[in-house]
């Protein structure tokens, strides 16, 4: 059974990531009833940052020869560490169960939320290879990004992940959905490029539709 992780991020309720995100879902859902599905917000119910105790039993599980949840849980030693892995081992459990994960998440300072980056530093852990899934990032920009533009440069936030996915978790699978211009909805100073927002929106919107028919 393919199982599918879903995602999001953004601060906002009413969040144009949330809708791509939630287009995708929708339609992977539809053409896979028996699929299995889990879904998290990581803004509504964030995960807490990594503590000292999450350290330690990061720095135990490098002694150890294999990354087996069941052994990895016999390595907790104190009242903290068990603290650290009854919030890590859900998470991991849920991550190592799918086989596509989505994620939902809005440019926060040309990078990822904080609440996006809590769950990462989570989920984080030794050896952890994830090689054959499959990451799908859903996600909406104030400005403008794609090659050509003045800020291309500035985009942390797609370079980050897939790097971030390709080093740590050996996924070289990661594709990305975004809509530009965002703020161009609030800003009346940017009021000239709502048309093309609108335009980066709807060709979005579709992809995220048509990409979930692949997965
Ligand atoms: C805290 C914060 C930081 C932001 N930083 C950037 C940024 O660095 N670059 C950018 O293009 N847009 C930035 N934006 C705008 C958001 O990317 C834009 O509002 C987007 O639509 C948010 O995604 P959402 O609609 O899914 O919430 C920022 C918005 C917030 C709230």
């Known amino acids: 059974m393919t199982t599918l992780l879903h995602l999001d991020a953004s601060a906002r309720r009413r969040s144009i990531s949330r809708e791509l995100s939630a287009a995708f879902a929708e339609a992977w859902r539809a053409q896979k009833p028996d699929g299995g599905y889990s879904y998290r917000d990581l803004a509504a119910e964030p995960v807490p940052c990594i503590d000292e105790a999450w350290t330690e039993l990061c720095d135990t599980v490098l002694t150890q020869p294999g990354t087996d949840l069941d052994r990895l849980a016999e390595l907790v030693r104190t009242p903290g560490q068990a603290a650290a892995w009854a919030i890590v081992e859900p998470l991991l459990t849920e991550l190592l169960a799918a086989d596509v994960i989505l994620i939902g998440?809005?440019?926060?300072?040309?990078?990822?939320?904080?609440?996006?980056?809590?769950?990462?530093?989570?989920?984080?852990?030794?050896?952890?290879?994830?090689?054959?899934?499959?990451?799908?990032?859903?996600?909406?920009?104030?400005?403008?990004?794609?090659?050509?533009?003045?800020?291309?440069?500035?985009?942390?936030?797609?370079?980050?992940?897939?790097?971030?996915?390709?080093?740590?978790?050996?996924?070289?699978?990661?594709?990305?959905?975004?809509?530009?211009?965002?703020?161009?909805?609030?800003?009346?100073?940017?009021?000239?490029?709502?048309?093309?927002?609108?335009?980066?929106?709807?060709?979005?919107?579709?992809?995220?539709?048509?990409?979930?028919m692949g997965y």
């Open 105 to 212: 998440t809005p440019m926060y300072n040309y990078s990822i939320p904080a609440a996006l980056k809590a769950w990462l530093d989570q989920v984080t852990f030794p050896r952890m290879s994830l090689g054959d899934r499959r990451f799908v990032v859903c996600s909406a920009r104030g400005g403008a990004y794609s090659p050509g533009a003045t800020k291309a440069a500035f985009d942390y936030q797609e370079r980050y992940l897939r790097d971030f996915f390709a080093g740590h978790f050996a996924v070289t699978d990661t594709v990305f959905v975004s809509a530009e211009l965002a703020n161009s909805k609030q800003d009346p100073a940017l009021a000239q490029l709502r048309a093309r927002h609108d335009e980066s929106y709807s060709a979005a919107m579709k992809s995220a539709r048509e990409l979930a």
